[in-house]
């Protein structure tokens, strides 16, 4: 080694630590992208968005879906009698379903730009639990319940009434 | 290894006994070679083409496929009349809209159902971005073959543009599946049409020229592409040729313009011929093509007319057949739909030009050097997803 560049090690060194302090301290230069809300394209077909309430459980989107990802839940009460749940895992993205939801004017099954997916690990058992569930499933049950009974009430006093005008027009 | 060309029907040739060492060095005993031009190489796709040599020059080739496979005729058996799409378009991802278009023209035909002038126009707009997107790449990919990847890389800023209108359109970018029987699924909204202007106005003001500079009329090009693979014009019949590859040899065979669908009978534009058939003349068919695509696209968007997008289609379809020709990106692909009366199809048929390509392949890759063999496999345009369906 020569004595100009024995002379400019410790010049280089500097140079390589201040950049690297530099660096550490430096904004990163990748970003985070699915934390900002990035805003798709007005038909772009991301996650489903399942509305228990507006559903009317008539299977017309599981009888749409050319996969057949799309399955009916029943729920347990008369209307809906059952609901949508997509397996996020098997799905292909195609809006079929959505085209064939019969409610009006907002559909229930309905394909939303949220295109964040990520399960992880990737191993089956937890693909296999990437499943978009209807949202606000037991309030709509609830609120079913209560529909049904509200409607039983007024039958049973429907009854009452009548039982009570036959006898009168017997006593008569 | 040996075997196989005993199997085919070439006899051992042993010109002399090479050892080294005394270690016997087997295959360069053989006159004729088998090399495995595939799988691997990177620019044969899924498919693998068994090549015999003799020294440099190619005796025999014979094409290896079904790496791609997915039974699409098949599955559209267990399909509703509207869901098929999504079967049928995955032929190709690079054109989409031309299978997808000629299935629904043939399902209408069956049903009787007259689509709105409207969905017409929109399906020409979309068949013709999806020609450009894949003329684009297969322009990129010829060039490529050669060791230059500079084209590709270009013409993919290019594709992005349509991609972007594609899913302005209908939310996705590549499987769009956005053409139904009955019409199109989705309006085609103002911002649509501004973002497939400016895609147009981008190939036409920015790649056309830039590309036409360098890589068109190229000198290192031609010494590698001109007389390579060349098929006359009653050969190019004979052997059953499709497509651009077709028309490089002089035959003007286009659906567009014999039988045409869509919006095609109303709008201006010509069939682009050739000469010489070799591979320079496919490449500039294509290169000539995608032109004319980008006037047809901004004809059909000064034609749009008003009205309905969609109609209904029917759940059950009557009983018939119907056949349907599309000019595809790369050739004319053909429908056999039957229905049998229910609510999906009962057969579909699809006849693709990249398998007719495929198998004129050997007839045209006879005693050609090996270095051609890329050449000529790139010039013929072939797609595998529509190879093996």
């Excluded at chain 1, 749409?64 to 292909?92: D, F, L, Q, S």
């Excluded at chain 1, 990737?122 to 606000?136: I, K, S």
């Excluded at chain 1, 509200?150 to 006898?167: G, H, P, S, T």
Aim: hydrophobic share 40%; net charge neutral.
């Amino acid at each position: 080694m020569e004595i100009k560049e024995a002379l400019m090690v410790p010049f280089e060194a500097t140079k390589k630590v201040i950049r690297v302090t530099k660096a550490l301290f430096a904004p990163k230069a990748t970003e985070v992208w699915w934390d900002k809300g990035v805003k798709r394209e007005l038909h772009y077909r991301g996650k489903h968005i399942i509305k228990a309430e507006l559903c009317i459980g008539c299977s017309m989107c599981a009888r749409a879906c050319p996969v057949n990802c799309i399955e009916m839940v029943p729920t347990g009460v008369k209307k809906p009698r059952a609901v949508p749940k997509v397996r996020g895992n098997e799905c292909i993205f195609c809006g079929l379903c959505e085209d064939a939801c019969p409610t009006k004017p907002e559909k229930a099954i309905k394909l939303t730009d949220n295109y964040s997916m990520i399960v992880e690990p990737g191993t089956w058992d937890n693909l296999y639990q990437f499943v978009f569930e209807p949202e606000g499933l037991e309030e709509a049950i609830e609120k079913a319940k209560k529909m049904e009974e509200m409607i039983e009430k007024k039958k049973r006093e429907a009854l009452k009434k009548k039982q009570l005008e036959d006898k009168k027009g017997e006593e008569k | 290894m040996g075997s196989s060309i005993a199997t085919a029907g070439y006899t051992f040739v042993v010109e002399e006994t090479k050892e080294v060492v005394g270690e016997d060095l087997g295959l360069l005993q053989e006159k004729l070679l088998q090399l495995n031009w595939g799988v691997q190489h990177p620019a044969s796709g899924p498919m693998r083409l068994k090549v015999w040599v003799d020294g440099d020059e190619v005796v025999k080739v014979d094409p290896d496929i079904g790496y791609v496979l997915r039974l699409l005729e098949k599955l559209v058996e267990y399909r509703t009349w509207i869901n098929a799409i999504v079967n049928v378009e995955r032929a190709c991802f690079m054109d989409d809209f031309g299978t997808m278009t000629g299935y629904s023209i043939a399902a209408e035909k069956i049903a009787g159902v007259e689509v709105p002038k409207k969905a017409d126009y929109v399906r020409t707009i979309l068949c013709e971005g999806g020609r450009i997107v894949s003329h684009l790449i297969g322009l990129g990919s010829f060039v490529g073959v050669m060791g230059v990847h500079t084209p590709m890389q270009w013409a993919l800023i290019a594709r992005e543009k349509f991609l972007d209108a594609f899913e302005t359109f209908s939310g996705q970018r590549i499987a769009t599946s956005s053409i139904v029987p009955g019409g199109v699924r989705y309006e085609p909204t103002g911002k649509f049409i501004e973002k497939m202007v400016v895609a147009v106005d981008y190939l036409e003001k920015e790649f056309i020229p830039r590309y036409e500079e360098v890589f068109v009329d190229n000198p290192t090009l031609k010494i590698r592409s001109v007389g390579v693979g060349k098929v006359s014009k009653e050969k190019a019949i004979e052997i059953g040729l499709a497509g651009p590859a077709l028309r490089a040899s002089g035959v003007a065979s286009d659906i567009r313009k014999d039988y045409p669908y869509a919006a095609y009978g109303e709008l201006d534009f010509k069939v682009i011929t050739k000469e010489e058939g070799d591979s320079y003349a496919r490449y500039l068919v294509i290169w000539e093509e995608l032109k004319e695509s980008a006037k047809i696209i901004r004809q059909a968007i000064e034609g749009l007319p008003e009205g309905d997008y969609r109609t209904k289609f029917p759940i059950k379809v009557p009983q018939g057949e119907a056949y349907v020709n599309v000019e595809w990106a790369r050739g004319c692909f053909g429908f056999h739909l039957v229905s049998e009366g229910g609510t999906g199809p009962y057969r579909l048929k699809m006849r693709a030009p990249s398998f007719a390509n495929l198998w004129a392949m050997p007839e045209i890759m006879k005693n050609v050097k090996l270095a051609d063999v890329p050449v000529i496999f790139a010039s013929l345009y072939m797609c595998h997803g529509d190879i093996d369906r």
